[in-house]
């Protein structure tokens, strides 16, 4: 029964950490085009921006229920701790989805009067974006927890570090918006996209940079893990690794290449999550709770196991054969609307 407490919740864990994984890369590049829509000034060009990710959308966006469900349900003492500290940006980010998927199926209907729609788009796009770095940084500074509960103010996540990681991640998503499009998009489209692609891969290093220098700062905790021996020896291939990803995404949107730019971009995040994740492992609500103090009983964590275990495969099945099957690039006047 020990080994079956101890494995419950990692494989919980895994659930969680899967959803989070995929919905960040999925509608990352989702969000990253909506981010981009203000730098495409003509009626085509947005057309074919939005058409790149008409049929990809909706269903990427599943993953951000299943990952709010994982910690709902497996851990619901973490939920209950984390949510009084970030109910406004958990519902601004709501709202700015929703906005942004009503604005994306009435730009079609709205034509030729489609203006006020394309900047519901980019809008929404923009602040759930910034809304999720809020929320992540408000993890990465640490909640206080009192007796068991949250101990903080309604608006203890309004602080500088917050709005860098709000910033950042605008910046992140908008680099993965830009490589979908030259995976996808041709023409000037195409073309923009790279213009962007380099300045906004600095910007993500330069507020990637700046949380991993903070945190260790501000957080004695995660500094001991990173920099105390033998920890740094292993854990420094991680910036390398993330230096060495960034010099291949620069070059292969400087030389034209068309998947390795995304494929490098989508390595960035990963790499990102494997540094939160190193920084942070066992807890899931750092530093008060770990995974398995937090998780529910162990069966309700068998239960949604199982449902877990038919839903996930269902899922990736669907967004592999959706991928499959409007694979390619878009030329102009195609569209999937």
């Given amino acids: 029964m020990k080994d079956v407490a101890f494995i419950l919740p990692v494989l919980l864990l895994l659930v ?29 060009e947005r057309d074919m921006v939005m058409n790149s990710v008409a049929p990809f959308w909706d269903g990427n966006e599943t993953w951000l229920v299943m990952g709010g469900i994982a910690l709902w349900v497996g851990f619901p003492i973490a939920f209950a701790m984390i949510m009084p500290a970030v109910y406004l940006p958990v519902l601004i980010m709501l709202l700015a989805l929703i906005f942004r998927g009503v604005a994306f199926e009435f730009r079609w209907v709205a034509k030729p009067h489609e203006r006020k729609w394309d900047i519901a788009f980019a ?3 923009i602040l759930a974006a910034f809304a999720q770095g809020l929320i992540l940084g408000t993890l990465l500074q640490e909640i206080p927890i009192r007796n068991g509960q949250y101990a903080g103010g309604p608006l203890d996540w309004a602080n500088l570090f917050n709005v860098m ?13 830009a490589c979908w499009l030259m995976l996808k998009a041709t023409g000037t489209v195409e073309q923009k996209a790279r213009k962007l692609g380099v300045p ?11 949380v991993s220098i903070w945190t260790p700062l501000q957080i004695p905790r995660i500094a001991e893990r990173w920099f105390s021996t033998p920890n740094f020896y292993f854990l420094s291939q991680v910036p390398l690794a993330t230096l060495l990803l960034a010099w291949v995404c620069w ?87």
């Fill in 16 to 44: 969680l950490v899967t959803a989070v994984v995929l919905y960040v890369v999925l509608d990352g590049f989702d969000l990253g085009i909506g981010i981009l829509f203000p730098f495409y000034k003509e009626e085509a």
């Fill in 123 to 125: 809008g929404g796009s």
């Fill in 165 to 177: 990681c709000g910033l950042g991640l605008v910046v992140g998503y908008g680099l993965l918006g």
């Fill in 200 to 210: 906004l891969l600095f910007a993500l290093l330069f507020f990637v940079a700046v």
């Fill in 251 to 337: 070059r292969s949107i400087r030389k034209g290449r068309t998947i390795q730019p995304f494929a490098s971009a989508v390595g960035l995040f990963l790499l990102a999550f494997v540094g939160l994740a190193i920084s942070n492992i066992p807890y899931i609500v750092p530093p008060t709770l770990t995974i398995w103090e937090g998780a529910a009983s162990p069966p309700s964590q068998v239960f949604f196991l199982v449902g877990a275990s038919i839903l996930i495969p269902m899922i990736i099945a669907y967004t592999i054969v959706v991928f499959w099957l409007f694979r390619g690039k878009l030329q102009a006047g195609e569209g999937y609307h």
